[in-house]
Each structure stands twice: as C-alpha cells, then as structure tokens.
C-alpha cells in the first residue's frame, strides 16, 4: 500500500503561484512514478503531469506546460509548482502513485494510489 497527502492548495490571484506537494507513505516510494491530477466543479477528473520513478523524464497537459513544473526528492515528496496561473487552473489537485508511467494509463481510473486532494482556487 502507498498513502498519499496533498498540501499546499489554497486561494490565489491570476498570474500567481502555488507549490504543492504529495507526501507518500508506505511501499518503496523510489519504485512509483508519481502524477497530478485535477477536477473541476462538474468536469471529469483531468491528467496534469507526471514524473518517473528516477525523476528523469516528466510529461505535462498542454494546458499547463510552461507554466507547471513536477518534481520529486528521495524523502518520498512530489511537487508541482504552477506559476501564471489562471481562473481556468480552479480545481481539487490530485496525486497519485503507481509502478507504470500514470500518462500511459487508457483509463485513470485505473490508476491504484490517489490522495485525497487539495483545492486550488484562482481568482481572476
């Protein structure tokens, strides 16, 4: 098993920043890619970006790319750091954890670690 917590969410002006981070417990961490997920009032749960295990290779909506960064250090914390950011970023923030790369997952849904999400409110 691998628990997740998210932090760091909270209320922001346009063209601001927020880091949050997802604090994992549990199984190896090293061995999970790790990935942000969002989802706004009444829309489907959105992919964001995502990291490998090594931290080596990362991939990002294009929604977001440029302006969010995802990252991970060896004391089982993943970041993502979104600056610019817009009335369109408003969403509950998700990470979650798995052995497979998360942007390959056809449904993710079946991804099988998630946190329990943290708010991130972006006023215009």
């Known amino acids: 098993q691998v628990q997740l917590v998210e932090s760091g969410g909270g209320l922001v002006q346009a063209g601001g920043s927020l880091r949050l981070s997802c604090a994992a417990s549990?199984?190896?961490?090293?061995?999970?890619?790790m990935g942000w997920f969002r989802q706004a009032p009444g829309k489907e749960r959105e992919f964001v970006a995502d990291?490998?295990?090594?931290?080596?290779?990362t991939y990002y909506a294009d929604s977001v790319k440029g302006r969010f960064t995802i990252s991970r250090d060896n004391a089982k914390t993943t970041y993502l750091e979104m600056n610019s950011l817009k009335p369109e970023d408003t969403a509950v923030y998700y990470c979650?954890?798995?052995?497979?790369?998360?942007?390959?997952?056809?449904?993710?849904?079946?991804?099988?670690?998630w946190g329990q999400g943290t708010q991130v409110t972006v006023s215009s």
């Open positions: 979650a954890a798995a052995l497979a790369r998360i942007k390959d997952y056809s449904a993710y849904s079946r991804v099988p670690y």
């Open positions: 990291i490998t295990w090594n931290g080596r290779s």
């Open positions: 549990g199984r190896t961490f090293s061995n999970y890619c």
